[in-house]
């Protein structure tokens, strides 16, 4: 059965008076597997590989939704703050670190995935975490992260060529 991207029907389906776009249905019903629910199917491709934050959001004392939508805006807020760190280290002024966060708190990426029950906003904060962890030179907590990534989504893959080319500038400069 297809349910389209914008069926309105679907977070009634599930008991919320919300619309869900069908990412968020799934996710829903992935956390609501993890609570012992009956689900309506199996969970598909792409998303059987996205199992981290549903299992997080599953030990969270709230709905699925909510849950799904509190470790959202966490690693929102957590992605805001590496941001800053990433810019400091990259010898930004504070006022240009400022103006740089608060375009990042108020773009498209966060207003809309951010609470609507996407995984967006933890792969974002953990790209931005290895972007940080690459700039300190610390491999051992950003192969943890990178293990970390692909367990939240397969958008984490971003760091590899990231990482390599930082590493080939960073080596180029010792010659």
């Known amino acids: 059965m297809y349910v389209g991207a914008d069926d309105k029907k679907l977070g009634e389906k599930l008991g919320y008076d919300v619309e869900m776009s069908l990412d968020s249905y799934t996710?829903?019903?992935y956390v609501n597997y993890y609570n012992g629910e009956d689900i309506e199917e199996e969970v598909s491709k792409p998303y059987s590989f996205r199992f981290l934050v549903p299992l997080i959001a599953s030990l969270l004392p709230f709905d699925s939704f909510t849950s799904l939508n509190i470790i959202c805006l966490s690693t929102e807020i957590l992605g805001l703050l590496f941001l800053m760190k990433v810019l400091?280290?990259?010898g930004f002024t504070p006022k240009t670190i400022f103006i740089t966060s608060f375009l990042y708190a108020f773009s498209f990426p966060v207003f809309y995935y951010?609470?609507?029950g996407?995984?967006?906003a933890?792969?974002?904060f953990l790209i931005i975490?290895?972007?940080y962890l690459?700039?300190?030179k610390q491999l051992i907590p950003l192969i943890f992260t990178m293990i970390i990534a692909a367990m939240v989504n397969e958008k984490a893959?971003?760091?590899l060529p990231f990482y390599f080319f930082y590493i080939y500038l960073f080596l180029m400069n010792l010659e």
């Open 27 to 29: 996710y829903v019903q």
């Open 88 to 90: 400091a280290l990259l």
């Open 114 to 116: 951010g609470v609507v």
């Open 118 to 120: 996407l995984l967006d």
């Open 122 to 124: 933890p792969a974002i």
């Open 129 to 131: 975490l290895g972007v």
């Open 134 to 136: 690459t700039l300190r």
């Open 157 to 159: 893959v971003l760091l």
